[in-house]
T-cell receptor
Framework: AQSVTQLDSQVPVFEEAPVELRCNYS??????LFWYVQYPNQGLQLLLK??????LVKGINGFEAEFNKSQTSFHLRKPSVHISDTAEYFC?????????????FGTGTRLLVSP | GAVVSQHPSWVICKSGTSVKIECRSL??????MFWYRQFPKQSLMLMAT?????????EQGVEKDKFLINHASLTLSTLTVTSAHPEDSSFYIC???????????????FGPGTRLTVL
């Protein structure tokens, strides 16, 4: 069964600084990978996804992520963050053996952007 | 874009009562919807997969008699928490997959969530 690890529970960063949120997964089959953002008391919004093809994926709000199969990682990056990026970020994976139907989420990383 | 709504957005109820939460896909049809539970400062845990016109598939450890799921139409799934207790207090989030011919099958669209507080 797959699992998703987000090593950092909280990442504080200053506005306009770059940020990387780490995500590692374990799976023995093909996977799809996702990053979602959750603002307080709201549902999840898709930032970006990797299905196949280019390993560098660009998403909304200036975020991008790179799929590294050998390291089983899918880290999220943004070159310059804004105060409004403060939110909870979840990495998720779906596996081929579930028909890519079910999402398994990591524990989340809270990004705190301060002025 | 695809929009999923949930109603109510929050509910407070007394212990022992039942609460129904609705999940609707507003601009697309969804033969499959998912129900998640999220505890404070924790991740989403899949509770069950709701299939239109058939029984829901529950994840291990989720009591199907306590969390009743009905997916009677292509745009509506309901989750009923029966005989709710304080430990059922949580944030419940649904998601839906676009089942139309042009839909993106691998993407789930999430509702805004329902916060349940059981006194």
């Amino acid at each position: 069964a797959q699992s998703v690890t987000q090593l950092d529970s909280q990442v504080p960063v200053f506005e306009e600084a770059p940020v990387e949120l780490r995500c590692n997964y374990s799976s023995s089959v093909s996977v799809y990978l996702f990053w979602y953002v959750q603002y307080p008391n709201q549902g999840l919004q898709l930032l970006l996804k990797y299905l196949s093809g280019s390993t560098l994926v660009k998403g909304i709000n200036g975020f991008e992520a790179e799929f590294n199969k050998s390291q089983t990682s899918f880290h999220l990056r943004k070159p310059s963050v804004h105060i409004s990026d403060t939110a909870e970020y979840f990495c998720a994976v779906s596996e081929e053996n579930t028909g890519f139907q079910k999402l398994v989420f990591g524990t989340g990383t809270r990004l705190l952007v301060s002025p | 874009g695809a929009v999923v709504s949930q109603h109510p957005s929050w509910v407070i109820c007394k212990s022992g009562t039942s609460v129904k939460i609705e999940c609707r896909s507003l601009d697309f049809q969804a033969t499959t919807m998912f129900w998640y539970r999220q505890f404070p400062k924790q991740s989403l845990m899949l509770m069950a997969t709701s299939n239109e016109g058939s029984k829901a598939t529950y994840e291990q450890g989720v009591e199907k008699d306590k969390f009743l799921i009905n997916h009677a139409s292509l745009t509506l799934s309901t989750l009923t928490v029966t005989s709710a207790h304080p430990e059922d207090s949580s944030f419940y989030i649904c998601s839906a997959r676009d089942s139309s011919a042009g839909g993106i099958r691998n993407e789930q669209f999430f509702g805004p969530g329902t916060r349940l507080t059981v006194l």
